[in-house]
């Protein structure tokens, strides 16, 4: 049920160093803008301070609502949860690092309502406070999405966003267990607009988004949205197949000419060729069969153990 013109979603894992500094940004630019809020900060089963400080803060802002998560799920798992229980009208999707300017927040809910707009994405036009290595992984990332995906996905648009009530409704429909929202929203197809800025560096703490976890990041956007892996396989499998005909064809011209030598050097390397292909092939069967596999078992990607305007209902109607 909408209870507020604009939910703000933050997903936070060990954000403890950053966590006053977030706050002491984004209460006053919230609380200035004359508006009826509520800021949803999801702790994604955090091993440092940061639901007890989260706790503490929510006791002096009202309009924090604290929603922890039993486990670390994941980014995206618990930006799903902050949507799933989010109840504004508009709902703005922030990471805690404060990379993505607050202040943006409010320019991107004027457009949406100047023009009737369901999708606000903020895009970094500005990157120079990332690493070389950072940048370019990152136009690698979009370039490859916007090939398999289409061109409706914006450019450097990560998930710092505003979202209408119908978008984010249309979001909670979907089945998705694995959802990659920067590839989902756009796929919604609903009027959208961008909002320009320039990306900081990260206000305190350490990254949260490692190597490892972008290279997952990229991998789940490629199998979700995407058969190319499937059709890799496939093209593989007749280039392996191509080869061999010639291979095969060379060898028993090689037999009617009797100029056959011991060729254990290229039967050594087609055996292995072959079998490289092979165990690449049942590698992306196996790596779809196994996404089948935990879709239909239908387990929860998320599981909320505490929400504090849950608790608050609770409290009131005892």
């Known amino acids: 049920m909408t209870t507020a013109a604009l939910s703000v979603v933050i997903p936070m894992y060990n954000e403890q160093e950053v966590l006053p500094l ?45 929603v922890r998560l039993r486990r670390n799920s994941g980014h995206q798992a618990a930006l799903t949860a902050g949507l799933h229980r989010a109840r504004g009208e508009y709902v703005a999707s922030i990471d805690a690092d404060l990379q993505d300017p607050p202040e943006k927040i409010l320019e991107m809910l004027a457009l949406a309502r100047a023009e009737s707009l369901d999708i606000v994405y903020g895009v970094r036009d500005d990157r120079t406070t990332d690493t070389f290595f950072k940048r370019q992984t990152a136009q690698a990332y979009y370039r490859v999405m916007r090939r398999l995906v289409g061109k409706k996905v914006p450019h450097n648009a990560g998930d710092f966003r505003l979202l209408s009530r119908a978008a984010v409704e249309a979001l909670r429909a979907m089945p998705e267990r694995q959802p990659v929202y920067r590839l989902l929203v756009p796929w919604l197809g609903f009027p959208s607009g961008e909002v320009a800025y320039r990306r900081d560096v990260r206000a305190a703490g350490s990254t949260k988004y490692p190597l490892s976890r972008m290279v997952a990041l990229a991998f789940d956007s490629v199998t979700n949205f995407s058969a190319a892996p499937l059709r890799l396989a496939t093209w593989s499998g007749l280039v392996s197949f191509f080869v061999c005909f010639v291979l095969g064809c060379y060898s028993v011209v090689r037999f009617v000419m009797h100029e056959t030598v011991s060729g254990w050097t290229s039967l050594f390397t087609v055996v292995l060729f072959l079998g490289g292909v092979q165990l690449l092939c049942l590698g992306l069967l196996g790596e779809y069969m196994g996404r089948l596999y935990a879709e239909v078992k239908g387990r929860p990607t998320y599981i ?14 005892r």
């Open 22 to 66: 977030l706050i002491a940004r984004l209460r006053p630019l919230l609380d200035g803008a004359g508006l009826d809020y509520e800021v949803v900060a999801v702790d994604d089963g955090s091993s440092d301070a940061t639901a007890p400080m989260l706790l503490l803060a929510c006791r002096e802002w009202p309009r924090l609502r604290v």
């Open 304 to 317: 909320v153990g505490y929400d504090s305007a849950e608790a608050a209902e609770l409290a009131q109607a």
